[in-house]
């Protein structure tokens, strides 16, 4: 029988359990598929805690994205034979060597990306693709800040958002990550453990401050998010690495400047499947071309899934992270 990683209480990384697993043949539009490369994702951590309950309840098999090949298809499934290289980003169920998953999330890999890129950039690309073009347009000569810049979403942003022609700021932990996030499009990054980044902001920006924040740390950070914000500038509160950010009254949002603020999820901008074509596509069509490159900082076998999520938990990470099968 083939393996996953499958949790059965929420908790630590030590619920990941390495075990068999019944997979099944697929049912109606389902495709079974043989992994080959599976990308680590923050999100896969508020699963395993519980802070996102997890769609069919316990137990359940986590991860958020993988390439692999198709190894047989369900009734009425078209566009996919077996031998398709594949990849999709889907809520959960993707540390496993072999998973089902209904034919509508796949998308068919093109020849020049590998299977370890789109396993590592499906899910974070397009979160990508979605936050620059579609939540926020950027557009050139727009100021961009992003927390976490040298995250696995942070590498990907942050060269896509150059080549849009923004100023790009980021934030970062250590003087490693600063370096790494200005070798991906960042044209200023902030230690912000140890700089006030509202003033560093107001420095770089001449006090003009910044059209969009992006903020996936949440607690620590959106506060200070709102004030690098010029009048009517946009807040994305799109994660929250660091702990859920507490309940506020919306008059803030007017006090610091008639902002806008939105909560936005992935599942949502490829809901339809149009739109995950859409933002395949253009992900596929930067990083083909070399203006986003997607280098794997990391990868650990699937079964030390519980290793990897420590890692990027406790922020030992940068960029992105495969598991292998
Ligand atoms: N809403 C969506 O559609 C969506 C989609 C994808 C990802 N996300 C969110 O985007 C964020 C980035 O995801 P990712 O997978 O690329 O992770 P990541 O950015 O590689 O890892 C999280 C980073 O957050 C920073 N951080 C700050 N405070 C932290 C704390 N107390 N504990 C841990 N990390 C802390 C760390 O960078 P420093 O050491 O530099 O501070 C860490 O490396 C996550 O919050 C994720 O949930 C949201």
Not at 79 to 90: I, K, L
Not at 96 to 107: F, G, M, N, P, Q
Not at 303 to 323: C, F, I
Request: hydrophobic share 40%.
């Amino acid at each position: 029988m083939p393996k996953a990683i499958r949790i059965h209480e929420n908790g630590g990384p030590e619920v990941l359990k390495y075990e068999e697993v019944e997979v099944g043949s697929p049912g109606e539009g389902q495709v079974l598929i043989r992994q080959t490369a599976i990308g680590l994702n923050f999100i896969d951590i508020y699963y395993r805690t519980g802070l996102y309950p997890a769609p069919g309840g316990l137990p359940f098999i986590p991860g958020g994205e993988a390439a692999g090949v198709v190894e047989a298809v369900g009734p009425n499934v078209s566009g996919f034979e077996p031998g398709d290289r594949v990849a999709h980003a889907a809520g959960t169920g993707s540390y496993a060597e072999k998973r089902l998953i209904a034919a509508d999330r796949l998308v068919k890999l093109p020849q020049n990306i590998s299977d370890q890129q789109a396993a590592g950039m499906m899910l974070k690309g397009m979160t990508a693709e979605y936050l620059l073009l579609r939540t926020f347009k950027v557009k050139p000569g727009d100021t961009v800040l992003y927390h976490a810049a040298a995250g696995g979403v942070g590498l990907i942003l942050g060269q896509w958002a150059k080549h849009l022609g923004a100023t790009v700021i980021g934030t970062a932990s250590s003087a490693e990550k600063i370096e790494l996030a200005k070798a991906h499009g960042f044209d200023h990054v902030i230690n912000y453990r140890d700089t006030d980044f509202v003033a560093a902001v107001r420095e770089i920006t001449g006090g003009k401050m910044c059209d969009v924040v992006y903020d996936s740390v949440g607690k620590d950070t959106y506060l200070g998010s709102l004030d690098c914000l010029r009048p009517m500038g946009m807040f994305v509160t799109f994660g929250q690495s660091s702990g859920a950010i507490p309940p506020f009254n919306t008059g803030l949002l007017a006090q610091k400047g008639s902002l806008f603020m939105t909560r936005p999820t992935l599942f949502t901008y490829i809901a339809k499947r149009e739109d995950l074509e859409k933002s395949a596509a253009a992900l596929f069509d930067v990083v083909g071309r070399g203006i986003v490159k997607i280098n794997i900082n990391q990868t650990y076998a699937l079964k030390d899934a519980g290793k990897a999520q420590a890692d990027l938990e406790s922020r030992r990470t940068t960029g992105t992270t495969v598991l292998l099968p």
